[in-house]
């Protein structure tokens, strides 16, 4: 690709898409500053020689959805919604179904990392418009992934009928097309639509399957789950030594990861509520701030203000009020079905 650079094309499209690539690379590198500059330089050049021609306005809208991601990436979210209020109109108008993929796509990462997860109706709109848009383009493996993402929004917008449908269609849509990671994907948050749902039997089967299929695909975020579920599963049979040895397994490989993972709250509401059984007020203390923590999954608002009220008692040595929060934490968490 220098080479290809170094050699100067005279067609604007064919330059510009040369310093659009470069950024992709940039990006995949988490070069964020080279990957806009490289942006920025394929716009200037697109911008030497404005025309209306598909090919034009193709690339032009390519770069566009590439300084998102980066954008995304660099969780720069006050120069994404910028982008976004340029790049509507644009994508709206003049694009094609794939671009439209890529652009609702970005705004529902956004939208997530913005409200932790905390899914309203707007967001689910963007994800039917996903799947939409990855059916009319033909996208085998990107229509799989829609399926999965709607089902993801269904299920955290608190629609748990509609999402079982939903990610069990994507379960059956993805090993049809052979897509591993959107089957695992669909497994995993399955399983905990299923314990939302209170059912232990299924919650526990599945749960098994998403051992195996996570362990051979090497997803060990979602091993997690499936050790924090059977955890769950011990903890709702009275098993609490068994349901101990779960939670820890899913902790220790959630911290081995290279990221942050946000879906702990699997693991830790369950060792939030034998820490209470324990009248361990450290350690109550210590599930408050990890579910706290602005990576993690945003727990309603009840359930997060009863939080709150533990680490601001722990701060003040004030045990009996930690074990107060935590009991209206645990009880706000089971009325919501996360316990």
Request: charged letters at 25%.
């Amino acid at each position: 690709m220098v080479d290809a650079l170094e050699r100067q094309p005279s067609d604007v499209i064919t330059k510009a898409r040369l310093y659009r690539l470069s950024g992709k690379t940039f990006e995949a590198e988490h070069r964020h500053d080279d990957a806009l500059s490289a942006y920025d330089e394929a716009e200037r050049i697109l911008y030497s020689k404005p025309n209306s021609s598909i090919n034009w306005v193709n690339e032009h809208i390519e770069v566009k959805l590439g300084r998102l991601w980066t954008h995304y990436w660099a969780a720069n979210s006050r120069l994404m919604d910028i982008e976004i209020s340029e790049t509507q109109v644009l994508v709206e108008d003049s694009g094609l179904p794939q671009h439209r993929y890529q652009f609702y796509l970005t705004q529902i990462f956004r939208n997530l990392r913005r409200d932790r997860y905390q899914v309203d109706q707007q967001t689910v709109l963007l994800g039917r418009q996903l799947l939409s848009a990855a059916t009319s383009a033909n996208l085998e493996i990107e229509t799989s992934f829609a399926q999965f993402e709607l089902g993801f929004l269904l299920l955290f917008a608190g629609e748990l009928t509609e999402a079982k449908q939903v990610l069990e269609e994507a379960l059956e849509r993805s090993k049809q097309v052979g897509d591993t990671s959107s089957e695992v994907r669909s497994l995993c948050y399955y399983v905990i639509l299923l314990r939302r749902m209170g059912n232990i039997a299924k919650t526990e089967n599945a749960a098994h399957k998403l051992l195996r299929s996570a362990g051979k695909a090497q997803m060990m975020d979602y091993v997690g789950v499936a050790y924090a579920s059977l955890g769950w599963v011990f903890f709702k049979k009275e098993n609490l030594d068994f349901a101990k040895v779960k939670i820890k397994k899913a902790k220790e490989i959630w911290s081995s990861l290279s990221f942050d993972y946000s879906m702990k709250w699997t693991a830790v509401i369950v060792e939030l509520k034998i820490s209470f059984e324990e009248r361990d007020v450290k350690r109550l203390n210590d599930c408050a701030l990890s579910l706290l923590h602005h990576i993690q999954l945003k727990l309603p608002d009840k359930v997060e203000l009863a939080l709150e009220g533990i680490t601001a008692a722990f701060s003040e040595k004030d045990h009996l009020e930690v074990l107060r929060h935590a009991k209206e934490a645990l009880f706000q968490a089971e009325a919501s079905n996360y316990l």
